[in-house]
């Protein structure tokens, strides 16, 4: 995959590292898909440590995939749950083992743990208290979970006044994601921005030798990679249970529903239910709500990801069409 720009963000991560101060903690959080994982990929190659990511689970299964993968990545077979039976002696186990080498530790979405165990982040913390200035662990929590995680820092919380560094990570500018296709008109690769938006892992597929006509209809039309993409990102997030609910205020909002009523009439969910749905998607940064000061309105509603603008614009509501056509006729 393509790295382009990310250039503060590697400055300060990689400052992190080098830092001869005790175990440093940091927060990457972002919308799925803005190129978290692979950011970190690029800092911490050829540096020793271990990258988690974990999935929606119990603690104690996130705990025995976490021993397991670290066992494998590190070489060290006493590593299992036999020996490090809870995540204090598990976390207790890498800053100690950082106390002579710089480590790191990338644990990828990270919210799945703190819903499984609400002692997760008082554990860090409680450790971090006994390890400081005694240990070279650089631990860095990230994912996608974005209320979530950007709450771990607030006053109040156990990890206030630990974190070192944290970072939302937002979509390339428009700048940046030209320059996934160099060979292309000024306007084509604005047409791509205008489609894909700033996601490095969707713009990461262009290929600029074949024509933007070409790339888009292979990704989206023609059952490419990103045909079900709008989907997934909804489907892939613990506080979704009612798919089609969310896909119709996306749909009803990205044709031009922005107000409240509008978005009822259009999408068909009842006012009760579309508090919950409008709430979830702001919070997930799917949805910006915008209010104009002095407005005692609802405000209005817009979809905040360029990608799932077009693709719940132009593509999903003519899902009949997309399936008879040839992808060909249907771009046209």
């Known amino acids: ?7 503060d963000e590697v400055r300060k991560i990689e400052a992190l590292w080098t830092n001869t101060r005790g175990p440093l903690l940091a927060l990457l959080y972002g919308r799925r898909r803005v190129g978290k994982s692979h950011l970190l990929s690029q800092v911490f190659a050829g540096k020793r440590g271990v990258r988690f990511i974990a999935t929606q689970a119990t603690s104690p299964v996130i705990l025995r995939a976490f021993l397991e993968e670290s066992s494998s990545q590190l070489g060290d077979p006493d590593l299992t749950i036999a020996n490090y039976p809870n995540w204090r002696v598990a976390l ?16 990828d979405e990270f919210g799945y743990l703190v819903r499984a165990d609400k ?7 409680a450790l971090w208290t006994q390890y400081a200035g005694k240990s070279k662990l650089r631990l860095i929590l990230c994912g996608s979970q974005v209320q979530l995680l950007a709450s771990l820092r607030e006053e109040g919380r156990p990890l206030f006044g630990n974190i070192e560094y944290s970072k939302l990570i937002e979509p390339l500018s428009y700048r940046d994601a030209a320059a996934f296709a160099p060979k292309w ?10 489609c894909l ?17 070409k790339n888009l209809t292979n990704m989206i039309l023609d059952d490419g990679p990103l045909h079900d993409e709008g989907t997934l990102l909804l489907t ?15 749909v009803a909002i990205a044709g031009g529903a922005t107000q409240w009523g509008e978005i009822i009439n259009q999408s068909g969910v009842t006012s009760g239910k579309l508090q919950k749905v409008l709430d979830t998607l702001v919070a997930l940064r799917l949805v910006r709500h915008d209010l104009a000061f002095g407005d005692k309105s609802r405000g209005t509603f817009i ?25 060909s006729v249907y771009w046209h």
């Not at 207790?92 to 644990?107: D, G, P, Q, S, V």
């Not at 008109?185 to 205008?194: E, I, V």
Request: proline residues 2%; hydrophobic residues 40%; aromatic residues 12%.
């Open 1 to 7: 995959m393509r790295f382009i720009n990310r250039s």
């Open 92 to 107: 207790r186990y890498f800053l100690e083992a950082a106390k002579t080498e710089r480590l790191y530790l990338i644990f």
């Open 119 to 125: 002692e997760a982040a008082s554990i860090i913390q």
């Open 185 to 194: 008109s000024d306007r084509d690769r604005l047409m791509l921005y205008g």
């Open 197 to 213: 938006g700033g996601s490095g892992r969707y713009l990461d597929l262009v290929d600029d030798a074949d024509s933007l006509e």
């Open 236 to 250: 892939m997030e613990d506080g979704i249970h009612d798919y089609a609910i969310y896909h119709a205020a996306l």
């Open 303 to 327: 979809i905040a990801d360029t990608f799932l603008r077009s693709l719940y614009r132009l593509v999903e509501p003519h899902t009949t069409n997309r399936q008879l056509l040839n992808p």
